[in-house]
T-cell receptor, first 114, second 114 residues
């Protein structure tokens, strides 16, 4: 069973640029959630995708957008990068079929905006 | 709105001893799910234990157990026979429906002393 993977592991961008982060869900999982974790803080929910549709969004501006593909992998896109976007971005996958559901996390992508 | 509070930014324990990490939460739902995740320096968020609010019995996973007090909205984690590999940041989290967004606390940094 393959776990959640994310790419790249590290990324450096400059203010105003755009970035795309990628996540491959755990084998058999159909739901992907994205979180932003600033240094020294707990993760904050960005949004969730289920069956290629956005299924819930946290308090993040529209320049944070995402996609989920038919194979349930996902992308997080951030436009017009700001210094405060520097953080660890975590992807989590889960299997939605009714009943208790647990999210399993990937290793994260560390984004630094200069 | 959901809130999760971890009042202990740092805790330490001697190897082989027992330690308890505290967590309180606030939710208006009667059914919800509680989790403890562990984040070692490698950054990967690892599930430690899960508790469904509708279950009276406290969850246990080997050396890890919880004390779930629904009326008090308290969800503490007990680690028995602490090992050096238990050293990590521990996050308490809650989701109001199965698989929905996780709300995290600020974390407790656990140090295990040899």
């Amino acid at each position: 069973e393959t776990g959640v993977t994310q790419s790249p592991t590290h990324l450096i961008k400059t203010r105003g640029q755009q970035v795309t982060l990628r996540c491959s869900s755990q084998s058999g999982h159909n739901t992907v959630s994205w979180y932003q974790q600033a240094l020294g803080q707990g993760p904050q929910f960005i949004f969730q995708y289920y069956r290629e549709e956005e299924n819930g969004r946290g308090n993040f501006p529209p320049r944070f957008s995402g996609l989920q593909f038919p194979n349930y992998s996902s992308e997080l896109n951030v436009n017009a990068l700001e210094l405060d976007d520097s953080a660890l971005y975590l992807c989590a996958s889960s299997l939605r079929r009714g009943g208790p559901e647990t999210q399993y996390f990937g290793p994260g992508t560390r984004l630094l905006v200069l | 709105a959901q809130t999760v509070t971890q009042s202990q930014p740092e805790m330490s324990v001697q190897e082989a001893e027992t330690v308890t990490l505290s967590c309180t939460y606030d939710t208006s739902e009667s059914d919800y799910y509680l989790f403890w995740y562990k984040q070692p320096p490698s950054r990967q968020m690892i599930l430690v234990i899960r508790q469904e609010a509708y279950k009276q019995q406290n969850a246990t996973e080997n050396r890890f157990s919880v004390n779930f007090q629904k009326a008090a909205k308290s969800f503490s984690l007990k680690i028995s026979d602490s090992q050096l590999g238990d050293a990590a940041m521990y996050f308490c989290s809650e989701s109001e429906t199965s698989g929905s967004r996780l709300t995290f606390g600020e974390g407790t940094q656990l140090t295990v002393n040899p």
